[in-house]
């Protein structure tokens, strides 16, 4: 079971950090994934990350504003995302599964296990 946290309300330009705990195991082996979906829109992909490698992979769009890190210590995977604007407000999601091939890892139809969400919104 996924869980997803560290949304909620900030102005734009602010930060966030979103964590994704699997409660009930370990993501070894794994790859994680963050989406998130907007009012009226459809959820598409944020970034991932392969547990076992630590490669990552984000949206085009986002590139240098996010990073994706894990910790295996904690069992976490955190989506730590800076200059915040409201086309970021959104409810995001943690996903994961195995044996993703790299080429995949965009696809959102390629994750298995989803987490409840956290909202996050952007003023501004």
């Known amino acids: 079971q996924l869980q997803a946290s560290g949304g909620g309300l900030v102005q734009t330009g602010g930060s966030l950090r979103l964590s994704c705990v699997a409660s009930?195991?370990?993501?070894?082996?794994?790859?994680v994934g963050w989406f998130r979906q907007a009012p009226g829109k459809e959820r598409e992909f944020v970034a991932a990350?392969?547990?076992?490698?630590?490669?990552?992979s984000y949206a085009d769009s986002e590139k240098g504003r996010l990073t994706i890190s894990r910790d295996s210590a904690k069992n976490t995977v955190y989506l730590q995302m800076n200059t915040l604007t409201p086309e970021d407000t959104a409810v995001y999601y943690c996903a994961a599964s195995r044996g993703i091939i790299l080429s995949n890892i965009q696809n959102i139809k390629a994750y298995n296990y989803w987490g409840q969400g956290t909202q996050v919104t952007v003023s501004s």
């Open positions: 990350i392969r547990w076992s490698s630590r490669t990552t």
């Open positions: 009930d195991g370990t993501f070894s082996s794994y790859t």
